[in-house]
């Protein structure tokens, strides 16, 4: 069935392929310019106090693009080659990564940031996912804990060693099967905190699932998570440092991010909730002055930035006080700071504690 289901959606989509391609060689065979138009998307605006509707999936204007203008040319040659090399991945039922497809015409593309743009916009055009066109990310998540799934016939059983990292799947349309036994997902933000929670055998004392992207989360990673929510309906708390960017962070995995706007419904997690590490847990949990970090100009920038984002006053007001509050203060610091009391402070103490003490901010 779901074989099935997965042919429709290629032939689908080559046919959606076929269409837009057929239509610009018609206007080129007459003489006109072509004009291709690009919904645009975005999960927030600058105005937090605004009666805005940045969390609606529907678009937010329109780019149009023309080979009347000059800077538009070179674009538009670009998405029609990326889409050319789409259309035979699609055609033979392979995958490639963005990096393949750089590779392919790195003369003409110039950087990878250029094929990034060009997948976004066919993503728009054809109106579909990233991995609904057969370009795969190269992934960085792990996964722990009380878990078993299957994934394009491998089995991934985490239960038996819950506390032995195991990579989470490329292709997450292909996972199935999921039996847990999980209370709780802990989403964490760095590799670093994740190998300590494994150290500290964290999962033979608490029966969850702990999850890290390694830094911002790619693709499969945000996907993995948002299946896990949908099909085990688990509380789901996540775990960053104390500075703006542990914060974006956060937002990326609850929000989506502006880069990927367009398809944030399928991406975001609005379930999560941020267990900490809060600005104000630094006198809660007495942490000395040597654990602190001035905040840069760089941080200063992003934070306040950050403070602007239209969905912190109107849907999560409690972490935008926790942010204006590390401004204030114009500190951070780091997860492992919870360490100056014992090197298992984070496994045994804080984590627990917040969970159960019912502290997470939603």
């Not at 889409?83 to 790195?106: A, C, T």
């Not at 969850?208 to 085990?232: A, N």
Request: glycine share 4%.
């Amino acid at each position: 069935m779901e074989g099935n289901r997965g042919s429709s959606q290629r032939c689908d989509l080559l046919q959606k392929i076929r269409e837009f391609t057929r239509a610009i060689v018609q206007d080129l065979s007459i003489g006109r310019s072509p004009i291709v138009l690009i919904d645009r998307f975005r999960i927030h605006c600058t105005n937090p106090h605004a009666n805005c509707c940045c969390s609606s999936v529907l678009p937010n204007g329109k780019e149009i693009l023309t080979l009347q203008r000059e800077n538009h040319v070179h674009r538009l040659d670009v998405l029609l080659r990326v889409l050319l090399i789409v259309q035979q991945l699609l055609q033979e039922n392979r995958h490639g990564s963005k990096r393949d497809i750089y590779y392919m015409h790195p003369s003409v593309f110039s950087e990878q940031s250029v094929v990034d743009r060009a997948i976004n916009d066919i993503c728009i055009l054809m109106q579909c996912s990233r991995h609904n066109l057969n370009v795969v990310s190269v992934g960085n998540g792990l996964v722990m804990g009380w878990i078993r799934f299957l994934e394009g016939g491998r089995k991934f059983d985490c239960i038996n060693r819950p506390n032995t990292a195991h990579p989470i799947p490329v292709q997450v349309e292909e996972v199935k099967d999921i039996v847990s036994v999980a209370d709780y997902i802990l989403v964490v933000e760095k590799e670093s905190v994740f190998e300590r929670l494994a150290n500290d055998q964290f999962c033979n004392a608490n029966r969850c699932i702990v999850i890290t992207g390694r830094g911002y989360p790619d693709i499969p990673t945000r996907r993995f998570l948002r299946l896990l929510i949908e099909k085990l309906c688990l509380p789901t708390y996540c775990l960053v440092d104390c500075d703006p960017y542990g914060f974006d962070i956060l937002t990326t995995y609850r929000f989506g991010s502006m880069q990927m706007a367009y398809d944030a419904k399928q991406l975001r997690c609005p379930e999560v909730c941020w267990l900490g590490v809060f600005p104000s847990d630094s006198e809660k949990y007495c942490l000395p002055q040597q654990c602190f970090l001035p905040l840069t100009a760089e941080d200063k920038k992003k934070a306040e930035a950050m403070l602007n984002r239209c969905y912190l006053q109107r849907e999560v007001p409690r972490w935008r006080l926790e942010l204006e509050l590390m401004l204030q203060r114009g500190v951070k610091f780091e997860i492992e700071a919870l360490s100056v009391h014992s090197l298992s402070f984070l496994s045994k103490e804080y984590i627990t504690s917040k969970i159960q003490g019912r502290s997470p901010v939603k």
